[in-house]
């Protein structure tokens, strides 16, 4: 009872925020930028033919990330059907919407249920899944630092109140990481038989057994894959309005990256993750209104293609394990 009242009073926090980060935003805009958000908008309709290819990209984003946790499963013997798994992917991340981080539970228990397997095997994949992609997320920020230092630099001084991230900055900050690392091996030695120490070793191995797996080049490829879909659904995405169309691949990757840790801080990125691209895309000479503008169009197509994707799993699962087990 106590758990099932943390979890809700998580979720009303989390919630909150996220509706106050949406009030903030709104009252900041003036007339003339909700006429250009108007305007926007407008484009969008006239071009709705492009959230096709956005649902495509999705989907198979979805897809590739259960194949991959599909690869994951094989060391422990357990091999789920692809529409099984597939289907677990897509109600964890409707789950997710509504409470945040109980996706990753929701989809054990799904898979478990109907591939009639221990769910508490399972939810240790999920672990070193979630450790790996954060660390795609980062080399992914790295890469994005090394190719737009001039841009991005310019980004976080603002952000920072004008702290100059020249190359001398950003060679510091390698250091200092450095140093923060070897100091976390130092701790982790002295903590290694503890209930935290037993725990990080256990996210490390899980991330190291993916080096190890026999497909792991395999299981490479379909987190590339992974990457590449949340990439293209931007990309294509800034074809949809006429002030985003002109933007670069490497704009797109600069939107996954604060798009990503948007998505972190509230509920299915609610409010968080519009401003996270509104104030990314200033950078790139985007007027804050037609920023605000694509912000909510990219995360209305994924919220809305995550319900309309995890409703139809809801529907076809039980009926498909019936057929397969009748």
Same mark, same amino acid.
């Given at each position: 009872?106590?758990?099932?009242?943390?979890?809700?009073?998580?979720?009303?926090?989390?919630?909150?925020?996220?509706?106050?980060?949406?009030?903030?935003?709104?009252?900041?805009?003036?007339?003339?930028?909700?006429?250009?958000?108007?305007?926007s908008?407008?484009q969008?309709?006239d071009?709705?033919?492009?959230l096709?290819?956005?649902?495509?990209?999705?989907?198979?984003?979805?897809?590739f990330?259960?194949?991959?946790?599909?690869?994951m499963l094989?060391?422990?013997d357990i091999?789920?059907?692809?529409?099984n798994?597939?289907?677990?992917?897509?109600?964890?991340?409707?789950?997710?919407?509504?409470?945040?981080?109980?996706? @990753?539970?929701?989809?054990?228990t799904?898979?478990?249920r109907? @591939?009639?397997?221990p769910?508490?095997?399972?939810?240790g994949?999920i672990v070193?899944?979630?450790?790996?992609?954060?660390?795609?997320?980062?080399?992914?920020?790295a890469?994005?630092?090394?190719?737009?230092t001039?841009?991005?630099?310019?980004?976080m001084?603002n952000?920072?109140?004008?702290?100059?991230?020249?190359?001398?900055?950003?060679?510091?900050?390698a250091l200092i990481g450095?140093?923060?690392?070897?100091? $976390?091996?130092?701790v982790?030695?002295?903590?290694?038989?503890?209930?935290?120490?037993?725990f990080?070793?256990?996210i490390?191995?899980?991330i190291?057994?993916?080096?190890?797996?026999?497909?792991?080049?395999?299981?490479l490829?379909?987190?590339?894959?992974i990457?590449l879909?949340?990439?293209?659904q931007?990309?294509?995405?800034?074809?949809?309005?006429? $002030?985003?169309?002109?933007?670069?691949?490497?704009a797109g990757?600069?939107?996954?990256?604060?798009?990503?840790?948007?998505?972190?801080v509230?509920?299915?990125?609610?409010?968080?993750?519009p401003i996270?691209?509104?104030?990314?895309?200033?950078?790139?000479?985007?007027d804050?209104?037609y920023?605000?503008a694509?912000g909510?169009?990219a995360w209305?197509?994924?919220?809305?293609?995550?319900?309309?994707?995890?409703a139809?799993?809801?529907?076809?699962?039980?009926?498909?394990?019936?057929?397969k087990?009748?």
């Open positions: 009872m106590k758990k099932k009242g943390l979890l809700l009073l998580q979720y009303v926090i989390f919630l909150g925020l996220g509706i106050l980060l949406v009030w903030w935003q709104v009252s900041r805009v003036t007339p003339e930028e909700k006429t250009q958000i108007i305007s908008l407008d969008v309709k071009r709705a033919w492009l096709i290819p956005v649902f495509l990209i999705s989907f198979l984003s979805h897809y990330r259960a194949v991959r946790w599909k690869l094989e060391p422990i091999r789920p059907s692809t529409m798994i597939t289907g677990a992917v897509l109600i964890g991340y409707v789950v997710n919407l509504l409470v945040p981080r109980m996706g @990753e539970v929701a989809r054990c799904i898979l478990a109907y @591939e009639k397997k769910a508490h095997k399972i939810i994949t070193a899944e979630r450790s790996f992609d954060m660390l795609c997320l980062l080399l992914i920020c890469l994005a630092f090394v190719l737009q001039s841009l991005l630099s310019e980004y001084r952000q920072f109140g004008g702290i100059e991230f020249s190359g001398t900055t950003i060679a510091i900050l450095i140093g923060g690392i070897a100091a $976390a091996i130092f982790f030695k002295r903590i290694r038989h503890t209930k935290i120490g037993l990080i070793a256990g490390l191995d899980g190291m057994s993916i080096l190890r797996m026999k497909r792991s080049g395999l299981f490829f379909h987190s590339f894959m990457w879909c949340y990439l293209g931007i990309y294509v995405g800034f074809k949809c309005i006429e $002030a985003t169309e002109g933007l670069s691949v490497l990757i600069s939107v996954l990256i604060f798009g990503s840790l948007g998505m972190i509230t509920p299915g990125g609610l409010g968080a993750y996270a691209i509104q104030n990314i895309l200033i950078v790139y000479g985007i804050p209104a920023g605000f694509f909510w169009v209305s197509a994924q919220t809305f293609t995550i319900l309309i994707l995890g139809v799993a809801l529907l076809i699962l039980p009926a498909y394990n019936r057929r087990n009748g």
